[in-house]
Each structure stands twice: as structure tokens, then as C-alpha cells.
């Protein structure tokens, strides 16, 4: 009886916690969530706060606004789906919704310390900087200006996307 008890408290904890985040609710751990061997693990926390839409008036991706402007010019349908903090990047990305599939974005400073991060990353993208990771489908790293985005998965439509979007990647499978 003390079991159901707490169980029907957690719920109701989670539910208001839901309601209470209005549109934030509905995003979940992306499924491209690797799982490391180090103790940090990736967590997802509220997107950053934007004043503005989502959108540039930039034509070559450079950043996180340009990107998701060349993706929705290709007619993909994209979304922001949370944040995310990867141990191995150090700043927080943003994960897009693109038709459906979780794909992981981190912004750098510029474009040389994005340079400088992504060759941290090995060929199979088993291994960042000192970090290994045992990722739960094939990952595929892109870079384009100060941004790195991953995509662990295998739709072909978001690979040719991300492909047009920013050019062939980097690193992974």
C-alpha cells in the first residue's frame, strides 16, 4: 500500500512539473544520448531562453540559427527539442528535432576553437578527446563554422539533410 502511496506521489509530482513547463514538457532524452564510459553522463535541461524566432538571414551555416534556416529551406521539418551538455563538449547544445530524429548541436565561441574540438573527435567517433563512448547507433559528426552537430542514428533523410545543410561529416560510422 506504501508502494502505490508513492508511486501515485511521483506521478503527481511529475504531472504538475509537466503542466508547469507549459511546451517544454514534451521533450525527452534524446535517443542519441550516448552512453559513456566516464562517470559524467549526458543531462538535458530547459532550452536557453530566446527573444527572438529561430531563424538568420545567413545563406552559408555558420551557427545553430543558419543551420536550422537551411534545414527548413530544404523543406525538413525542424524543431527545438530540449537542451544538452555532452562531458566531452563544453558548451551546452541544443537538440533539433529534424523529421523526427534527435540531432545534437554545440555552438563554440569561434570557429577556430570549433576547429579545434572537432579534431579531438577520431575517425569511427568512438573516442572524444580522452573520453570513450559507446554510442547506441552510428554517430556522424558535421562541422560548419563555430558548430558541431551530431546525429546518432541511421535515417538516410536527416544524413542527407545534414549533408546539404553543412557539408560531408567529420567523423563517425
Same mark, same amino acid.
Given at each position: &500500500?506504501?508502494?502505490?502511496?508513492?508511486?501515485?506521489?511521483?506521478? %503527481? *509530482?511529475?504531472?504538475?512539473?509537466?503542466?508547469?513547463?507549459?511546451?517544454?514538457?514534451? /521533450?525527452?532524452?534524446?535517443?542519441?544520448?550516448?552512453?559513456?564510459? =566516464?562517470?559524467?553522463?549526458?543531462? @538535458? %535541461?530547459?532550452?536557453?531562453?530566446?527573444? /527572438?524566432? $529561430?531563424?538568420?538571414?545567413?545563406?552559408?551555416?555558420? !551557427?545553430?540559427?543558419?543551420?536550422?534556416?537551411?534545414?527548413?529551406? =530544404?523543406?525538413?521539418?525542424?524543431?527545438?527539442? !530540449?537542451?544538452? %551538455?555532452?562531458?566531452?563538449?563544453?558548451?551546452?547544445?541544443?537538440?533539433?528535432?529534424?523529421?523526427? @530524429?534527435?540531432?545534437?548541436?554545440?555552438?563554440?565561441?569561434?570557429?577556430?576553437?570549433?576547429?579545434? *574540438? $572537432? @579534431?579531438?573527435? /577520431?575517425?569511427?567517433?568512438?573516442?572524444?578527446?580522452?573520453? &570513450?563512448?559507446?554510442?547506441?547507433?552510428?554517430?556522424?559528426?558535421?562541422?560548419? !563554422? /563555430?558548430?558541431?552537430?551530431?546525429?546518432?542514428?541511421?535515417?538516410?533523410?536527416?544524413?542527407?539533410?545534414?549533408?546539404?545543410?553543412?557539408?560531408?561529416?567529420?567523423?563517425?560510422?
Amino acid at each position: &500500500m506504501l508502494f502505490r502511496r508513492t508511486i501515485v506521489v511521483i506521478l %503527481s *509530482v511529475a504531472i504538475f512539473l509537466l503542466i508547469a513547463c507549459e511546451g517544454d514538457a514534451t /521533450s525527452t532524452a534524446p535517443a542519441s544520448a550516448p552512453t559513456s564510459a =566516464s562517470t559524467a553522463t549526458p543531462t @538535458e %535541461s530547459t532550452p536557453p531562453p530566446t527573444d /527572438s524566432p $529561430a531563424t538568420s538571414n545567413s545563406g552559408d551555416v555558420t !551557427g545553430y540559427l543558419s543551420l536550422v534556416d537551411a534545414l527548413r529551406a =530544404s523543406d525538413n521539418t525542424v524543431a527545438l527539442a !530540449g537542451a544538452i %551538455s555532452q562531458p566531452f563538449f563544453a558548451p551546452e547544445g541544443r537538440v533539433l528535432s529534424v523529421n523526427g @530524429e534527435d540531432v545534437q548541436t554545440f555552438e563554440f565561441a569561434s570557429e577556430a576553437e570549433a576547429d579545434t *574540438v $572537432a @579534431e579531438t573527435v /577520431s575517425g569511427d567517433g568512438g573516442s572524444i578527446g580522452t573520453s &570513450m563512448v559507446g554510442w547506441i547507433a552510428p554517430p556522424h559528426f558535421y562541422k560548419s !563554422g /563555430s558548430l558541431i552537430v551530431i546525429y546518432v542514428g541511421s535515417d538516410t533523410g536527416v544524413i542527407a539533410a545534414l549533408e546539404a545543410a553543412v557539408g560531408s561529416q567529420f567523423g563517425g560510422r
